[in-house]
């Protein structure tokens, strides 16, 4: 690693692979050892960073389909989709899926074809290979019960229309900071913390 | 409104030096790159009412790991894991971010320091009037404080770092052998594709047979999720505190990064969840469905038929 550090062009690599999201996270920590108060090291990285903004403003052109090679994601967008990737593929397919409306338009069919089988009723494969069925409603009369039944119920309508306030939500206000912060989070400068996480109060 | 713009820029150039908006979004490219650690403080302050944490942090390639022990969290690039909790959430885009909206003007304030590392001040103006004050680490470009005031120029929120370190726990990649629950856009949101000023960029299925509508001006962002019905919001919260916003009233939840606001429209239960400014939480809520009741018997109606 002392290599790294004292040559320009494998630093500027380790800096570039960083930056690329491709560092295992002990290469991270030998980057940041090399940021930590070396003025010239932390303007390397720095104007690394401006030339890469650079490059990304130039202008693009798009490639005819049949001219690349077989880039697309394939299996992965079912990984994805599966919510398995870790981080450093989870960002390569994302930014893949940005510039790819091949791939964008596959991974909306294969979300079509998951909530399509999701939908369907639940099957018991048991050893029997019976599926079991919910079992009829009985069709017990019984008037005086029912008709009390549903007098109660009416009763208690009305009673919950007049003073009620609404149903308790089936979810907690941490469910909802938890999906508007994680939303959030892949804007540039979020700042928006989940409120369960914080330490304490000094 | 341009007019107004290019005023508060001429003001800038004189008093502070030139600066775009590209150069916040630089900014703010940079210090998602930034490796650093410590411990940063935040707290919320609305009319009276304090909302004040403390979160360790560590910081890199995009990813921020948040608060210790049961409590942490991961966060970055539209996903989060909370551990001690089963469920983990992502969010995934399929959209170039929006631009800084059109409203605010940024100025390069003077030369300073936090925790004796040199550190230079960034203003971003609205209307000729600072929004947000930053205070940034010149070698990491890491946030290390930030103020942000209300329409009448009073602090709202603020954040410094009180520990500062350019290093990372390679702890933190754990969080890596987890499953995420990926969260699919909508085709549509049935709402505004821009309130006062915020823009719908995407929306997402939400719990109770909801939706999450996510909006952003660049700087600030909210999401709005709305569910059918109406809503006993008292019974999930005993932190709520009422809130008067153009004569309708409304919940509110102060956490020190953000606030939640809660109602119910006549046929709809809303939540809103986000960090933005009170003078723009009221234009917002002035463009949403208003508080309100229908009366005894619609409500019986839609009680027995659902519609």
Redesign the interface.
């Known amino acids: 690693m002392a290599r790294l550090i004292s040559d320009p062009d494998a630093r500027g690599e380790l800096f570039s692979a ?2 690329d ?1 491709q ?4 290469e ?2 030998v ?3 090399l ?3 070396d ?1 010239e090291l ?1 303007r390397e990285f ?1 104007s690394l ?2 030339v890469r ?1 650079s490059l990304r403003l130039l202008p693009e052109f798009e490639v005819p389909a049949n001219l690349l090679p077989d880039g697309h994601l394939g299996d992965r967008l079912s990984a ?5 990737l ?2 450093l593929e ?2 390569r397919v ?1 930014r893949h ?2 510039d790819c409306p091949d791939c ?1 338009v596959e991974l ?1 069919e294969l ?1 079509r074809a998951r909530i399509a089988v999701r939908s369907l009723p639940g099957v018991d494969t048991t050893s029997t290979g019976e599926i079991p069925v919910t079992p009829a409603a009985r069709h017990t009369r019984r008037y005086v019960a029912a008709g009390i039944g549903a007098a109660a119920v009416a009763a208690a ?2 009673v ?3 003073v ?10 941490d ?28 | 409104m341009l007019v107004v713009g290019g005023l508060a820029a001429i003001v800038v150039v004189t008093a502070a030096g030139t600066a775009t908006a590209d150069e916040l ?9 930034a ?1 650093y650690s410590g ?1 940063r ?2 707290g919320t302050s609305w009319d009276g009412i304090q909302s ?5 942090i560590q910081h ?5 790991s ?3 022990g049961s ?3 991961t ?6 894991h ?1 551990g001690g909790l089963d ?11 929006p631009e800084l909206d059109a409203r605010y003007t940024v100025a390069h304030g003077e030369a300073t320091k936090h925790l004796g590392r040199a550190a230079s001040v960034i203003d971003v103006l609205e209307a000729g009037s600072v929004r947000i004050r930053m205070v940034v680490d010149d ?3 890491a ?1 290390v404080a ?1 103020e942000v005031f209300d329409g009448d120029g009073e602090l709202f929120r603020y ?1 410094s770092m009180t520990k500062f ?4 726990d ?1 702890a ?2 754990e969080f ?2 987890r ?6 856009p909508l085709e549509d949101a049935d709402l505004p594709i821009e309130l006062a000023g915020y823009r719908l960029v ?1 929306a ?1 299925a ?3 047979d909801g939706r ?1 509508a ?1 909006y ?1 001006d660049g ?1 600030f ?3 709005v ?1 709305t ?1 059918r ?9 005993n932190n709520d505190h009422p809130y008067d916003s153009n004569g309708y009233n409304y919940l509110r ?1 102060i ?4 606030v ?1 606001v809660l109602w ?1 429209a006549p046929t709809t ?1 809303l ?1 809103l ?3 933005l400014p009170p003078d723009h939480l009221d234009q917002v809520l002035r463009e949403l469905p208003l508080p309100g009741t229908d009366n ?1 018997m619609k ?2 109606w839609r ?2 038929f659902g519609y």
Request: hydrophobic residues 40%.
């Open positions: 960083y930056l999201g560092l295992t996270t002990d991270v920590v980057v940041s050892d940021l930590d108060g003025e932390i720095r960073q401006e903004r994805y989709l599966d919510g398995e870790v981080t989870h960002r994302t899926l940005v964008r909306q979300d309508l009305v919950g229309l007049a009620g306030n609404g149903d308790e939500p089936a979810f907690s206000l469910d909802l900071g938890t999906r508007h912060v994680a939303r959030a989070s892949a804007e540039p400068g979020f700042a928006v913390f989940p409120a369960s996480v914080e330490v304490s109060f000094p | 979004t630089d900014y703010l490219e940079d210090a998602r790159d490796i411990q403080l935040v004040i944490g403390i979160f360790d890199h390639g995009g990813m921020a948040v608060g210790s409590g942490f969290a966060i970055g690039d539209g996903r989060m909370q469920e983990a959430a992502v969010s995934f885009v399929l959209h170039t971010g070698s990491t470009a946030p930030t954040s370190t350019v290093s990372v390679p933190m990649a890596d052998d499953e995420y629950r990926m969260m699919m995407d997402y939400a719990p109770q999450q996510f952003t700087l962002s909210f999401s999720f569910t019905g109406r809503a006993n919001w008292g019974a999930i919260t939840v956490s020190p990064t953000s939640t119910n239960a939540a969840v986000g960090d005894w409500r019986m009680k027995l």
